[in-house]
């Protein structure tokens, strides 16, 4: 992990990449937000050697490859893993058999999309504190 890095945020709606978007400038985040609306890029772009990122945020419902799949991915790769980059799930969904599935993957945090702004904007600004000040293994 690297607490200067990109946030990459793997979101297939536009409208929650865009309230993301809005949430992240709100916020003043100094960190690069690289958005990929299709999870199946995701890999190959985390396996440069030249990215360094700070967290995912990940949804779980989307086309061609879900979050949890795309999880599992990660887990699997050596080099990806040696990364130590926080995985984090944002759905819509507070269905406790999805946040078992996502725990059960390793999960570094569950939270619910929130629809309000202000609420929202606590809730990103609580992950990313958290994993600012968080001590883990700083590879690169």
């Known amino acids: 992990m690297n607490i200067n890095g990109e946030i990459i945020v793997v979101e297939d709606d536009q409208d929650d990449r865009e309230f993301l978007a809005d949430i992240f400038e709100s916020l003043k985040i100094t960190n690069k937000i690289v958005f990929f609306d299709d999870s199946t890029k995701v890999v190959s772009y985390l396996s440069k050697v030249e990215v360094k990122p700070f967290l995912v945020l ?8 879900d979050g949890y799949e795309l999880r599992t991915i990660i887990l699997k790769d050596d080099l990806l893993s040696k990364k130590c980059i926080p995985y984090i799930f944002l759905s819509t969904s507070k269905d406790p058999e999805n946040i ?19 609420t929202y904007q606590e809730v990103i600004s609580n992950i990313i504190s958290y994993w600012k000040m968080s001590q883990i293994p700083r590879l690169y």
């Open 100 to 118: 078992h599935r996502a725990f059960a993957l390793s999960a570094h945090g569950y939270f619910k999309k929130e629809e309000n702004f202000k």
């Open 58 to 65: 990940s949804d779980i419902n989307m086309p061609k490859m």
